[in-house]
């Protein structure tokens, strides 16, 4: 596999594992593209940023993920919106990634 398709590789394993909804393993690939996360005073609501998307006038704020929780929301999967905005800020952050470093390597 060459060294471009590895690169495009992890970005579009981090869209497919967000698309499952399942809260952990978003959160596990979210910090293995670079992504710094910080718990609120509620331990089911994260915040998350990452560091080179800091410049850009809609994806500089941090974003919301929430654990499923409580009866309003499903139980098992996190809420569309939050995986909306998860697939949004990894596609921003391919997207800068990409223009600033032909080969994709350093996040």
Known sequence: MSEEQTWERRFKDAVATV???DFDAIKEA???????FEETTDPNHWMYYHT???GDPIF???RNLYRPHGS???TDRVSNR???Q???MIQ???AVAGASHPSGDEL
């Open 60 to 62: 500089q704020y941090p």
């Open 30 to 36: 979210l910090e293995s593209l670079g992504f710094t």
């Open 72 to 74: 309003r929301r499903s």
């Open 52 to 54: 080179k998307l800091k």
């Open 19 to 21: 698309r499952q909804g």
């Open 86 to 88: 998860a697939k949004q």
């Open 92 to 94: 921003a952050l391919r």
């Open 82 to 84: 939050d995986q909306s």
